[in-house]
């Protein structure tokens, strides 16, 4: 017997509720397992922020590519040519700043001999009250700070009353006379090195090979400064090399076991103002 058309009406209405229900549940489970796969990636991604910003490094740290490169730029600080030093020194009204012992510490000796030679004016280190320079005025242009038996140290120590007033152009440090050993000499050379970058980091700096001593007893202590300069970006003046290839005897161009005669002093400053002249 036929169904009657209340029968069929309700059977497909029942179908139709129960397409319904099935798309509705779906739906309703796309949305959920949605929801949760983005919330899971949203908090892997903040606990691996929050990893790096516990540790202080990966959220400030530079990426490898600026690390290399501000490194780079740091070591390049603070080196200087020879071709530097020559510009600083070749200025109109240039200073010049001479650091060293007592092989350049009278007015007849190469500090002044170089200044004497260049029209520079200059002043002494007062060796004895030890807290300022002699012949200063505002002309001045050379500051000879040389002092007995000094290394490198002396200057650190004195620091205030031995660095100019006015930043000068250049520094020449000469030392190496007065040390018991290599390393001792290039680790005060090194803190003097520091301190006058931190002072005046334009002031190119260079570093005189001092005179040989009799049968060159301080090869080792000098050839470690020169070690120390090259490793520093610092140039240097071979001032015992020009001792070395000189047609005077060595006895001429000392007094002693180390000290300059008046030849040697006005050799040692021939050398340095040859090396600065280019």
Known sequence: MARSPDRRSSALALVVALVLLVLVVGLWAFVFLDHRQASSAQASTTGSGAGSSSSGES?????????????????????????????????????VLVLGDETGDGWDEWAFLLAE????????????TENGYSGVTEDT????GGMTEATADYPVEHWDPMWPSADPDLVLLSYGHHY???DEATQSM????????????????VVVLQNPQADDANASVREAIAGWAEESGLPTIDVAAAFAES?????????????????GSQLWAETVEEALAG
Request: proline share 9%; hydrophobic share 30%; charged share 30%.
């Open 247 to 263: 047609d005077q005897p060595p006895d001429n161009l000392r007094l002693d076991e180390m000290h300059p005669s008046t030849a």
């Open 180 to 182: 018991s050993s290599e």
């Open 190 to 205: 090194e803190e003097l090195r520091a301190a006058i970058a931190e002072e005046a980091p334009k002031t190119p700096i």
């Open 141 to 144: 242009r050379l500051w000879s």
């Open 59 to 95: 959220s400030s740290s530079p990426s490898p590519e600026s690390s290399s490169s501000d490194g780079d730029e740091g070591a390049a600080e603070g080196e200087w040519s020879m071709d530097d030093a020559r510009e600083a020194f070749a200025a109109d009204g240039s200073r």
């Open 117 to 128: 030679s260049q029209g520079m004016p200059g002043a002494m280190w007062m060796t004895q």
